[in-house]
């Protein structure tokens, strides 16, 4: 019976623990993309180069902070349409 209750009970606290370690990572990484985009001079991941074209950036993202830059490219014209 003892077991049958440590099931019942651990498995959702299990469960939700993995879910809140989860999120915090998430928040915790993107805290770093954003201190990445307002260090490199931009308020979004998407910002104007020097010939004032729009340049999409995508930094390599951890807990520990930004490890680098995976791209720095132009800014699609097909992802305006994808957003309101």
Avoid: N
């Amino acid at each position: 019976m003892l077991l049958i209750l440590v099931f019942v009970i651990g498995v959702p606290v299990l469960l939700y623990m993995a879910w809140l370690v989860h999120r915090g990572l998430g928040r915790l990484c993107v805290g770093h993309a954003r201190r990445f985009a307002a260090r490199d001079g931009s308020r979004s991941l998407s910002r104007l180069d020097a010939q004032k074209q729009r340049r999409l950036i995508l930094p390599s993202v951890w807990p520990f902070g930004v490890r680098g830059t995976v791209s720095d490219e132009v800014h699609p014209e097909s992802y305006d349409g994808e957003w309101p």
